[in-house]
C-alpha cells in the first residue's frame, strides 16, 4: 500500500524566517495532496491541497510543490509567524479518498 | 464548509467497559466515514471506512470485533471501543464524505479522547 515519509520531524524558526517540510510518497497512483495543521487536542485542519496535474500551488504566505517524477512534495511557509506552531501532515491519497497521512512535524516558530 | 460533530469530546472509562463515539454530519449526507486513531505525538491511523448501509472495512491489523463501526444512516456512524482496555486510550477522529467529491474533499469531527483506567 502507500506509505508516506515527511521530514523533518521536528522544526524551529525564528518568527519571519521560512519553514519547509518535505514529503516523499510510494504509490505512483495518488493523485491528491493535503497538508493539515493540527493543533494539541483539536481536529486536523485542512490548510493547502495540491492534486498530480498542478506542479505549485500558493495561498499567501503558504505553497505547496509536488514532483511526479520524484514522487515528493513540500510545503513552503514564508515570513513564519507565533501562531504558525503547531504539527503539521502531509498526506497522500489513493483509490479515492482514502487519505494515507505523514508522521508529522512539529514546528516551532521562536518570537 | 460541512460540519462533522463527533460526541463526546472525551471520556474517561474503566478497563473492560465499552464505549461508544458517535460522528454526525450536521448538514449533508455522509456516504463514506473513515475512523482514525491517533496516539499522543504520533500520526493519524486509518482504522476503518464505512459507508452507509453496508460493513465497514478495516485496515491491517485493526480488529474488527473489538472496534465495532456501524454506519446505520447517512448522517451518523458510530465507533464502539469493546471491552476497553488502557492501551485503547488514545484519540479517535472521524472523517466524512458526500456523495460525489471533490478528491480530497473530507471533514473531520472534533475527535474524541478516550482514556482507559
Known amino acids: 500500500g502507500e506509505n508516506v515519509e515527511q521530514h523533518p520531524s521536528t522544526l524551529s524558526v525564528q518568527e519571519g524566517d521560512s519553514a519547509v517540510i518535505k514529503c516523499t510518497y510510494s504509490?505512483?497512483?495518488?493523485?491528491?495532496f493535503p497538508w493539515y495543521k493540527q493543533e494539541l487536542g483539536k481536529r486536523p485542519q485542512l490548510i493547502i491541497d495540491?492534486?498530480?496535474?498542478?506542479g505549485e500551488k500558493k495561498d499567501q504566505r503558504i505553497a505547496v510543490t509536488l514532483n511526479k517524477t520524484a514522487k515528493h512534495f513540500s510545503l513552503h511557509i514564508t515570513e513564519t509567524q507565533p501562531e504558525d506552531s503547531a504539527v503539521y501532515f502531509c498526506?497522500?491519497?489513493?483509490?479515492?479518498?482514502?487519505?494515507?497521512f505523514g508522521a508529522g512535524t512539529i514546528l516551532r516558530v521562536k518570537s | 464548509g460541512a460540519v462533522v460533530s463527533q460526541h463526546p469530546s472525551w471520556v474517561i472509562c474503566k478497563s473492560g467497559t465499552s464505549v461508544k463515539i458517535e460522528c454526525r454530519s450536521l448538514?449533508?449526507?455522509?456516504?463514506?466515514m473513515f475512523w482514525y486513531r491517533q496516539f499522543p505525538k504520533q500520526s493519524l491511523m486509518l482504522m476503518a471506512t464505512?459507508?452507509?448501509?453496508?460493513?465497514?472495512?478495516?485496515e491491517q491489523g485493526v480488529e474488527k470485533d473489538k472496534f465495532l463501526i456501524n454506519h446505520a444512516s447517512l448522517t451518523l456512524s458510530t465507533l464502539t471501543v469493546t471491552s476497553a482496555h488502557p492501551e485503547d486510550s488514545s484519540f479517535y477522529i472521524c472523517?466524512?464524505?458526500?456523495?460525489?467529491?471533490?478528491?480530497?474533499?473530507?471533514?473531520f469531527g472534533e475527535g474524541s479522547r478516550l482514556t482507559v483506567l
Open positions: 498526506a497522500a491519497s489513493i483509490r479515492g479518498n482514502k487519505l494515507v
Open positions: 464505512s459507508n452507509e448501509g453496508s460493513k465497514a472495512t478495516y
Open positions: 448538514d449533508f449526507q455522509a456516504t463514506t
Open positions: 472523517s466524512a464524505q458526500g456523495a460525489n467529491p471533490e478528491p480530497g474533499e473530507l471533514f
Open positions: 504509490d505512483s497512483a495518488s493523485n491528491y
Open positions: 495540491i492534486r498530480s496535474n498542478v
